[in-house]
């Protein structure tokens, strides 16, 4: 099993900085795409960044330039640099991990972690 803990959340002001982290549990760590969600009110979970075992990174058309996500798997870490915040980025942003690149969406392993509020507002 694997277990995500996310941290690093909170209020600030536009334009402003955020570093989310993401601690994972577990021997498999290595092996897994490690991913950034945001899911804002009233709309469905959506792909913020996610970087693979390799170091391939995807981000979304919103966050880049902005946004950069990096892993450090001897430390089972996984950061979501947030940089020039605005307003619209006020969501809950959860970390995910997955081996769908080893197995497949339906027979391979997905998880969650609790997520963590992030508010950009004045």
């Known amino acids: 099993q694997v277990q995500l803990v996310e941290s690093g959340g909170g209020l600030v002001q536009p334009v402003g900085s955020l570093r989310l982290s993401c601690a994972a549990s577990g021997t498999i760590f290595s092996f897994y795409t490690m991913g950034w969600y945001l899911q804002a009110p009233g709309k469905q979970r959506e792909l913020v960044a996610r970087?693979?075992?390799?170091?391939?990174?995807n981000y979304a058309d919103s966050v880049k330039g902005r946004f950069t996500i990096s892993r450090d798997n001897a430390k089972k870490l996984v950061y979501l640099q947030m940089n020039s915040l605005k307003p619209e980025d006020t969501a809950v942003y959860y970390c995910n991990a997955n081996n769908f690149l080893i197995a497949s969406s339906s027979t391979g392993r997905n998880y969650w972690g609790q997520g963590t509020q992030v508010t950009v507002s004045s």
């Open positions: 970087i693979t075992s390799s170091g391939s990174t």
